[in-house]
């Protein structure tokens, strides 16, 4: 039984992007390749670069512009596409071969391991606080899926129990590449949890579950 109401659960999954992805080889695919990281182009121009049908481009241009993937910008003359900072994340999450909550966890792993090695520690990443971010809205099974395909990948690897750090190799390689959009991402994590618990203390499905467990408790003690 899930711990939100239905009406809550949506709006939280729709804030979460759950469950978006696109084919490696599909155009829309190959659009956010092209634009990435800060490329501008005419629609004409990615037919000519990607050799795209033009049909289908047209429909994964419109696809991408309605789910504000990219951004398309006027001139007086033509009409440019360029990346939104979502367009950016998903862009990565095919040149990585990684979900959407796979990048989630990159992202958060990046952040800690960084921050905890600037102080001399031995940075690592630990499932549970994983988990916790989007507990309710993804299965377990899910959430242990996204955290090991980063070893899976071959981008990290297990360091002590239910815990991975990133390939020294791996780390520098997304500081050199990848750094302003994980950084922008672990912000936007971060908000996603406020959100997210804002949406819950208005939910009266988990208002009615924290109660009854108090009720619970109260008869233990």
């Given at each position: 039984m899930t711990i939100f109401s239905e009406e809550t659960l949506q709006k939280i999954r729709d804030i979460s992007y759950y469950h978006i992805f696109f084919k490696r080889s599909s155009a829309a695919s190959n659009i956010l390749a092209l634009l990435y990281p800060d490329k501008k182009y005419s629609e004409g121009e990615i037919t000519e670069k990607l050799g795209l049908n033009k049909i289908n481009q047209s429909m994964a241009l419109t696809r991408l512009v309605q789910g504000k993937?990219?951004?398309l910008e006027k001139d007086r003359r033509t009409r440019f596409y360029r990346l939104s900072q979502k367009g950016r994340w998903f862009a990565i999450c095919n040149k990585l071969n990684l979900t959407f909550l796979s990048l989630?966890?990159?992202?958060d792993a990046y952040e800690m391991q960084t921050r905890l090695e600037q102080v001399g520690l031995v940075g690592f990443y630990v499932f549970p606080r994983f988990a916790e971010?989007?507990?309710g809205v993804y299965t377990q099974g899910n959430l242990r899926f996204?955290?090991?395909q980063l070893k899976v990948k071959n981008l990290a690897f297990r360091y002590v129990k239910k815990s991975l750090r990133i390939k020294p190799e791996v780390l520098e390689d997304l500081r050199r590449y990848y750094q302003k959009d994980l950084e922008e991402m672990q912000k936007w994590i971060a908000q996603f949890q406020d959100i997210k618990e804002d949406l819950m203390r208005q939910d009266q499905n988990?208002?009615?579950r924290i109660q009854n467990n108090k009720k619970i408790l109260s008869k233990l003690i």
């Open positions: 993937f990219i951004v989630c966890a990159l992202a971010t989007f507990d996204a955290f090991e988990f208002i009615q």
